[in-house]
């Protein structure tokens, strides 16, 4: 049941999130919640029969929370991504605003999710927006639910909830838009999005926020996640393998749809997709959700092999989809055949890297 408070409503304590805040906030340490996963990891190519034991670091949030439903995942491999972009986020500004991109399914949610634990750890005041009806403030007093009260009203009655001031985890594809970032006023946003600028291009220039590409999955990171993700199909792992080397490192897709599924959803998207050429190399924006099971969203990459992570490269997501394109080109005409053979020909054009 939750008490009334000035300006907020702070949660019961057997509430899932008040668990949560009470087992991580200012422990500093992840060791309550952390996980090690040693795997045997196979070539993804074939080319040897040795494999490689690689280690990972799983985070168990359920070790924290007893007998309640949680709203965000509960068990995930902690990625070096997840690493790379915290360091960078947390050497910045604490007034500088960030909008995370990637391709749907990499888990963009997920890394929203470690950023928390993260604050948390360090006990730092935090609002998690889940969606436009679901807002939470972690503060050292505890977890508010501060779901439909105006922030300038709740800081104003209690200016010591505003320290910080807190950072704002949101995430765009939970149904929210640039208008209901207005709410959060001056206090600095972490905002997750798939890479349709239509989602985010006002908040972007009003706010200056900086754009993080996150890179997709690479072989050992799947062959990890395959326990952690509840799976449609159960692969063998040469299964496995064929699958990621033809539908791409997106975690979610490849783990939770059958190949039939996948295949299904490229035929459609290849049929759908006006012009492949038009989504290839650097792009600003990717409008349709479709032709996410045809490209692979990248960090861009500069030719002297540096990467530049305000900025998308997009290539088809592997050999066997480039092959489907090919083949509805064929049918289409020997010109587009011609001219989308000669584009994925150029060197800077198409760097087929699974």
């Known amino acids: 049941m939750l008490k009334d408070t000035t300006g907020g409503y702070l949660l019961d304590e057997k509430s899932a999130l008040n668990q949560l805040f009470r087992a991580l906030w200012g422990r500093r340490s992840d060791d309550s919640i952390r996980e090690i996963s040693s795997e045997l990891v196979p070539d993804v190519y074939k080319t040897s029969t040795e494999v490689t034991e690689t280690t990972a670091v799983v985070y168990n949030l359920s070790k924290a929370i007893r007998g309640n439903s949680f709203p965000l995942c509960n068990r995930f491999l902690v990625r070096d991504e997840y690493l790379e972009l915290f360091e960078h986020i947390s050497s910045s500004s604490n007034s500088e605003s960030f909008l995370l991109l990637g391709q749907p399914g990499i888990g963009k ?41 105006p922030l300038r009203t709740l800081w104003r009655t209690n200016p010591k909830l505003n320290e910080g001031p807190p950072l704002v985890l949101v995430d765009f594809n939970a149904g929210q838009t640039q208008s209901d970032l207005s709410v959060f006023g001056s206090n600095p946003i972490l905002a997750a999005s798939s890479p349709n600028r239509a989602c985010y291009k006002t908040w972007l220039k009003e706010s200056g926020a900086v754009t993080y590409v996150m ?22 792992t040469d299964e496995l393998r064929d699958c990621f080397l033809k539908y791409g490192g997106c975690a979610r897709h490849l783990l939770k749809e ?19 050429r038009k989504l290839v190399g650097r792009q600003d924006s990717i409008p349709e959700e479709e032709s996410s099971t045809l490209i ?32 509805e080109h064929r049918s289409v005409g020997t010109n587009a055949f011609r001219e989308t053979s000669n584009l994925f020909q150029g060197q800077n054009a198409f760097r087929l890297r699974l």
Not at 118 to 127: G, K, N, P, V
Not at 218 to 235: D, G, R, T
Not at 317 to 322: A, E, L, R, W, Y
């Open 258 to 276: 059958t190949p039939a599924t996948m295949d299904s959803q490229i035929t459609t998207a290849i049929k759908r997709c006006p012009d492949i």
């Open 296 to 327: 692979r969203v990248e960090p861009h990459m500069d030719l002297d092999g540096s990467i530049d992570r305000k900025f998308m490269y997009c290539e088809v997501i592997s050999q066997h989809v480039f092959n489907q394109i090919m083949q």
């Open 109 to 149: 949610t997920i890394y929203l999710t470690y950023h928390l634990v993260q604050r948390l750890l360090a006990a730092q005041a935090t609002i998690f927006s889940f969606n436009p009806y679901d807002r939470y403030l972690f503060h050292q007093s505890g977890v508010y639910d501060i779901s439909g009260h």
């Open 215 to 236: 890179k997709t999955w690479e072989w050992n990171e799947v062959f990890q996640a395959q326990k952690l993700i509840p799976s449609k199909y159960n692969y063998e």
